[in-house]
């Protein structure tokens, strides 16, 4: 899977991984480019004022009121502090993949 994050100034950074072709995989890819993606972002930018590390806890995926919901756990450290953060959307079209990404994007904009 393939990601670009498009930041502010039309600075464009990729993000890519590869999983298993399961709906499971499929979330982790999403979740993992995404946080590339994000990473570079945050090193181009400046804007995580720090170096800012990046990691999954954990995705799930739950169907609830006919939509599949995709959450995204993720641990993140900058300048010395660590932050638990949690991100989750209904995946658009039931595109699991997608729905990570978005995640992941929900769960970073409280530290970027």
């Given at each position: 899977?393939?990601?670009e ?11 890519q ?13 999403g ?6 993606a994000?990473?570079?972002v ?13 990691e ?33 959307i ?6 699991v ?16």
């Amino acid at each position: 899977m393939r990601v670009e994050v498009e930041w502010v100034g039309g600075e464009i950074v990729p993000g890519q991984a590869q999983a298993t072709d399961t709906p499971e995989g499929r979330m982790i890819a999403g979740a993992t480019a995404a946080i590339q993606a994000v990473s570079g972002v945050a090193a181009v930018s400046g804007v995580a004022q720090g170096a800012l590390t990046l990691e999954i806890r954990g995705t799930k995926l739950v169907r609830d009121f006919d939509n599949l919901i995709v959450i995204v756990a993720l641990r993140a450290q900058r300048g010395g502090r660590r932050y638990d953060l949690m991100g989750s959307i209904v995946a658009p079209r039931d595109d699991v993949a997608r729905g990570a990404v978005l995640a992941v994007l929900a769960a970073t904009n409280r530290i970027l």
